[in-house]
């Protein structure tokens, strides 16, 4: 398995663009979380799913964030419109009960 | 809260000598689990242990668990260079399957 995929690695936007990162997460795994990571906040979990259904987006900061996860195999987190503050990194994880997978996440840099 | 809090935050110490990170929490717990985070790089797991054990190890790795004292240490013995990273501590929730992490702590490994 080649672990949790995340999609792009690095990006750069100008401030008031859209913003799409995308995960794939291990086949099998009934769980899937984004984290946005930040110098000043840490690990912070913006939402996660269950068998593709959001349990918890309660930490979604602003309604400019929305995630979906159209099937098992894919995970989307949209910024729109992107704001300097957004700027961090973005990481994808997805679990069963074996336990945790990390994507090597995006980096995101909102001009 | 449930999140763990980290001890000390920044650590710094000679290849060859041990590194103790603490990590106290709030409330019960069915596992503690502890992730390594090299600089740019997504989160590893390292090691996790269950709410009835109270040491585990693995290679230079060793975590102990106080369930009494809300607390869990992670050793690493022998350390090299290649440890130098950031630590944390990390507790899923009781009743849903989101992970919570600490602040983390960083470590460096002088050669």
């Known amino acids: 398995d080649a672990g949790v995929i995340q999609s792009p690695r690095h990006e750069v936007t100008e401030m008031g663009q859209e913003v799409t990162l995308r995960c794939k997460p291990i086949s099998g795994h009934d769980y899937l979380f984004w984290y946005r990571q930040t110098m000043m906040r840490g690990l912070e979990l913006l939402i996660y799913f269950n068998n593709n259904v959001p349990i918890d987006d309660s930490g979604m900061p602003e309604d400019r964030f929305s995630a979906k996860m159209p099937n098992a195999s894919f995970s989307t987190l949209k910024i729109q419109p992107s704001e300097p503050r957004d700027s961090a990194v973005y990481f994808c994880a997805s679990s069963s009960a074996s336990g945790y997978t990390f994507g090597s996440g995006t980096r995101l840099t909102v001009v | 809260s449930q999140q763990g809090e980290e001890d000390p935050q920044a650590l710094s110490i000679q290849e060859g000598e041990n590194a103790t990170m603490n990590c106290s929490y709030k409330?019960?717990?069915?596992?503690l689990q502890w992730y390594r985070q090299n600089s740019g790089r997504g989160l590893v797991h390292l090691i996790l242990?269950?709410?009835?054990?109270r040491e585990k190890h693995s290679g230079r790795l060793r975590v102990t668990l106080d369930t009494s004292k809300k607390s869990s240490s992670l050793l690493i013995t022998a350390s090299r260079a290649a440890d130098t990273a950031s630590y944390f501590c990390?507790?899923?929730?009781?009743?849903?399957?989101?992970?919570?992490f600490g602040q983390g702590t960083t470590l460096q490994v002088k050669p």
């Open positions: 242990i269950r709410s009835n054990e």
């Open positions: 990390a507790i899923p929730s009781s009743n849903t399957g989101k992970l919570i």
């Open positions: 409330t019960s717990i069915n596992n």
